[in-house]
């Protein structure tokens, strides 16, 4: 696929979720410039997203530019709207004038978010987990990025039913999640399954403590999605006294070490949430062997979130759970859910 025709497809998904966003990925497939910008993208990486995050990022930072007032995430409910005014000037001229370092961020930067609202798919995934074995839980994350959604224990939960609110975890948590649920009722106890240690796993993991890491931890949120914005500034607020330990390095080859520091009676579930889709068909084989691989002398859980490449509605994720074995990869879809967590759809046959 051309640059260009990776900006147009861009634009196209971005329809109806971000109109900011959108109108800027048809305007760069257009500009030969900006285009040659987006070139500085390394390869396997996605330009348009690496390219809008790194020029988010410096209006985040601070820098004083009229393209400012198009994003929500910085001048609030000010912004103008991009479907009343030709912002496309303002953009070439800001990415021109700070070439050198947008260079920089996209070639060093990677996509990697944070969606903390996957949490809300999460919670009742662990409390299933949780009701099938002895002892609290030692998660390991696959693709942590900043690792905030392995403290989901430290955050308050509102699950919306037709018959009205359910609110679990943390009471006075400043992260509020909120979830649709439909479907049958999913596990939801009051208080959150317990966490006796937490790690993640992520080719550049982000320092939530670090002021660089966590601005463009921020920038990957797109402009118009507030709640998601203040959603994140609250997670990080309440993870950074006490952050989990990250691991850098490919997670399936570092998995092995990461579990093996583990206690052998302590049982372990290994997750991830949008990341399968990200690897070839060879290290989707290889991370399934690898389970299986250390289910051999412990127990051993996979609770896994990803879009299947090529469904065709990539907006409804499916959420595995798997007692994971010698014998393999048996596993059973318990839900689907929103890409940010917005809603759940509980569909765990009952046991």
Not at 77 to 98: G, I, N, Q, R, Y
Not at 128 to 138: I, N
Not at 180 to 207: E, K, Q
Not at 281 to 286: I, M
């Amino acid at each position: 696929m051309s640059l260009r025709d990776e900006f147009t497809e861009f634009a196209e998904w971005c329809d109806g979720t971000s109109p900011l966003y959108a109108r800027l990925a048809r305007g760069v497939a257009d500009d030969p410039d900006l285009l040659a910008v987006a070139d500085a993208v390394p390869e396997g990486r996605p330009a348009p997203h690496t390219l809008f995050a790194a020029v988010h990022s410096l209006l985040l930072d601070g820098a004083d530019h009229e393209l400012r007032e198009w994003y929500p995430s910085v001048v609030g409910d000010a912004a103008h709207d991009p479907a009343e005014a030709d912002l496309m000037p303002a953009f070439v001229e800001f990415v021109l004038a700070h070439e050198t370092r947008v260079r920089e961020l996209v070639a060093t930067r990677r996509t990697q978010t944070n969606a903390v609202g996957r949490c809300s798919a999460l919670y009742p995934a662990f409390a299933r987990v949780a009701a099938r074995v002895d002892g609290p839980l030692a998660l390991v994350e696959v693709g942590t990025s900043a690792g905030l959604n392995l403290c989901f224990d430290r955050y308050r939960y509102r699950y919306e039913t037709d018959a009205g609110v359910r609110t679990v975890g943390v009471d006075d948590s400043p992260v509020r999640i909120d979830c649709a649920l439909r479907g049958t009722d999913p596990p939801l106890p009051a208080d959150p399954p317990t966490v006796a240690s937490r790690v993640g796993i992520d080719l550049n993991p982000l320092d939530v403590t670090d002021d660089a890491d966590l601005n463009w931890l921020r920038a990957l949120v797109w402009p118009e999605h507030v709640d998601r914005h203040d959603q994140l500034a609250a997670a990080a607020e309440v993870v950074r006294p006490d952050p989990p330990r990250l691991v850098a390095g490919d997670a399936i080859d570092r998995l092995p070490a990461v579990v093996a520091e583990l206690p052998n009676d302590r049982p372990v579930c290994v997750y991830d949430t949008q990341v399968l889709y990200q690897l070839g068909e060879a290290q989707r084989d290889r991370y399934r062997a690898v389970l299986v691989e250390l289910a051999a002398d412990r127990e051993l859980h996979w609770v896994s979130g990803s879009h299947v490449v090529g469904q065709p509605d990539e907006g409804t994720i499916p959420l595995r759970h798997t007692a994971v074995s010698r014998d393999g990869l048996d596993g059973t879809t318990v839900a689907h859910y929103e890409p940010h967590g917005r809603w759940l759809e509980w569909i765990a046959p009952e046991e």
